[in-house]
């Protein structure tokens, strides 16, 4: 499982659409611009890979580490148990 940080635009949604078509569960992680972050995810997902979003503001350490703690069972990738990919 890959987590691209600001994954949902610019470099980082390029990479999290990439990601997902080889066959990587993407967390799209995303600051204030939910509904780009809901498109990238459900593009990946409408190509039949797994993608979810997650909020952080990844200039606060307090919700990095709680991006990278918490949510990575509880956001529907249930198969993770580690992060193999952070960008």
Not at 30 to 51: Q, R
Not at 52 to 62: C, E, M, P, T, Y
Request: glycine share 14%; hydrophobic share 45%; net charge negative.
């Amino acid at each position: 499982v890959a987590l691209v940080t600001g994954g949902n635009r610019g470099i980082g949604r390029a990479i999290s659409l990439a990601l997902g078509e080889k066959g990587a569960g993407v967390a799209v992680n995303y600051s204030k611009d939910e509904v780009s972050a809901d498109a990238v995810v459900n593009e990946i997902t409408g190509g039949g890979g797994k993608a979810v979003k997650i909020q952080a503001d990844v200039a606060l350490r307090s919700q990095v580490d709680d991006m990278v703690r918490n949510e990575l069972i509880i956001k529907g990738l249930e198969y993770v148990l580690r992060y193999e990919i952070i960008i």
